[in-house]
């Protein structure tokens, strides 16, 4: 017996799919699928929230010095330390690249400066909105996992598809 669902597609294709799901749904919060797939996307996405989870906290503080015409200026710069730094790579690995999306009547320069900093913002919504969120719940009611949640929907119409709504709680 197989530990995955086929989903009537080949490896490449399957994989594609999945990763462009999950990151869908950890981008908006909620993705209408077919209940088959949606079963894949929670499985995948809870192990990539419990690893956010498990390192969002590792951070390391440094002092960056930097010389501009003779003078010597020092600030504190907050790294990523071993862990977290890993957890991002395998994130980064595992997800789409989406960015932010131009707001309406926002124009190429506004756009541009507004989302200069962020190169990654889906990886940085994982551990600054999700772990955090999680965390907290964890702390507080002791429930660990559990983040998504998946209900059943009418039958697609055209092929009978049963589909499913999967949100991140």
């Known amino acids: 017996m197989a530990g995955h669902r086929k989903l009537g597609k080949a490896t490449d294709q399957r994989l594609a799919l999945l990763k462009n799901q999950v990151s869908q749904l950890l981008w908006n919060g909620k993705l209408e699928t077919t209940a088959a797939r ?12 419990t690893l956010a989870i498990n390192t969002y906290k590792d951070t390391i503080e440094v002092e960056k010095t930097k010389i501009v015409d003779g003078q010597a200026t020092t600030r504190k710069v907050i790294n990523d330390g071993a862990s ?7 994130l980064m690995a595992n997800l789409a690249d ?6 309406n009547k926002e124009n190429k320069t ?7 900093a962020v190169r990654h913002p889906l990886i940085e919504k994982i551990f600054n909105v999700y772990a955090p969120k999680f965390d907290q719940r964890a702390e507080t009611s002791g429930q660990k ?4 949640a998946i209900y059943k929907m009418n039958p697609r119409r ?12």
């Open 98 to 103: 989406l960015q932010e999306p131009r707001l």
């Open 84 to 90: 977290k730094l890993a957890a991002r790579r395998t």
């Open 145 to 148: 996992g559990g983040y998504t």
């Open 110 to 116: 506004a756009y541009a400066i507004r989302t200069k």
């Open 38 to 49: 949606a079963k894949e996307v929670q499985k995948i996405a809870e192990k990539l929230i």
């Open 158 to 169: 055209g092929d009978a598809a049963e589909m499913a709504l999967i949100v991140i709680l």
